[in-house]
């Protein structure tokens, strides 16, 4: 598709030796249609391997996408180069003028601590607040789940007794949903969380539709009744390596974690993790950008 993005990001190689389409900005600009205005709120530390592994999945259609990243200023990040940031990230302040069609809030590793004792909450809040006016549609991911969750709902997130961390099978509580057309009667997804919200909360809450769970793992896609807000408890945007990766890393820490399940041929993590998500990924981006971003954003925001 092509999706609009800046010169010179990292992720465009990557992305082209994938045989992804990708746009850069300096050949957009010669197009004569309205793009779809798309912004990313980046929580995730990595926030290269983020915003690559989510614009794979934004690849998949023939609309234009253009993109803003942004990021929560008064955060350090510690595990992305200073000059990435600044060449290709804006604050909340800086996009706070704009409407968007639509909007993508990531995790982000904080899930152990309470809503309000993580150091960007405030201003979270105010992004929250400020895409019921300025926004079509936003797309909350893992902890941005539970955080959206939280502040427009009130629902609360519960330590989990173990991590949920591998793959795992959804049903689907009405294939009729947009948001899931084409999808399998079950299909698997990617959890890497700590936390959960209860199932029994999302079903008792009137404007909450609870649109896919496990059996195992609970929720996984939430949907507000107006299909304004969409919440992603898994992590369906993940490459293949992403959970190997996590493992290897609290491996090498010396933590207490289990080998990711459904991943490894034999739950051999000296094997080669095999991808069984990748088909549904492409159809949630793809869905959510033609039926709840596409057909429901006006096309002159004034």
Known sequence: MPINVPNNLPAIQELKNENIFIMEEAQAIHQDIRPLRIALLNLMPLKIVTETDLIRNLSNTSLQLELDLFYMDEHES?????????????????????????????????ELLDFEEVDYWNTLCDVLEWSKTNVTN?????????????YHYGIKKYPLSKKAFGIFYHNITDP??????????????????????RIEDLKNHPDLFLLAYSEKVGSNIVISRDGRQIFISGHLEYNPLTLKQEYDRD???????????N????????????????????????????YYVYQATPYDWK
Do not use: M
């Open 78 to 110: 510690k595990n992305t180069p200073r000059e990435h940031l600044k060449g290709f990230y804006k604050t909340f302040d800086q996009i706070k003028h704009r409407r968007y069609d639509g909007l993508i809030i990531t995790g982000a590793p904080v």
């Open 138 to 150: 936003t797309l909350h991911i893992c902890w941005g789940a539970q955080a959206g969750l939280y």
């Open 176 to 197: 009729k949903v947009p948001l899931v057309r084409g999808f399998d009667d079950v299909f698997p997804a990617p959890h890497s969380r700590h936390t959960e919200n």
């Open 251 to 261: 491996v090498k820490k010396g933590l207490d974690i289990d080998i990711p399940e």
């Open 263 to 290: 991943y490894y041929p034999n739950n051999d993590p000296s094997l080669p993790p095999v991808t069984l998500w990748r088909a549904h990924a492409n159809l949630l981006f793809t869905n959510w950008l033609n």
